[in-house]
């Protein structure tokens, strides 16, 4: 799976890129159909401490998926979206298995 990790109004230190590569790579057990992931960190400027902005657009055969979450710290934001993705991922596994067993 090829993973783009774009960071916006910041500049993302390794080991958050390395977070967020880690936690998407883990996805790949729901799905091992997944081409690739779109990762935009964003800091907003915002009066509110959930500033940080994580969207994350997932690359797969039918539909791609998609989910974006807010947080206090980036790996709050990531954490959300990654519970999203799974929840949209175990859907359309759902999905998939009821159209071959005629359902």
């Known amino acids: 799976m090829q993973i783009d990790v774009r960071s916006l109004h910041f500049t993302a230190k390794p ?4 977070f967020v590569t880690g936690k998407v790579n883990g996805l790949s057990h729901f799905n091992d159909r997944i081409i690739a ?3 935009h960190l964003k800091l907003e400027k915002a009066d509110d401490d959930e500033n940080k902005i994580c969207e994350i657009k997932l690359i797969v055969p039918g539909n791609d998926l998609f989910a974006e ?3 206090d710290t980036f790996e709050g934001a990531i954490a959300q ?3 999203a993705l799974e929840k949209q991922l175990r859907k359309e596994k759902t999905k998939e298995q009821n ?3 005629g359902k």
Not at 15 to 18: C, M, T
């Open 69 to 71: 979450r807010r947080s």
């Open 81 to 83: 979206v990654m519970e």
């Open 99 to 101: 159209r071959h067993h």
């Open 37 to 39: 992931a779109d990762v």
């Open 15 to 18: 080991e958050l890129i390395a």
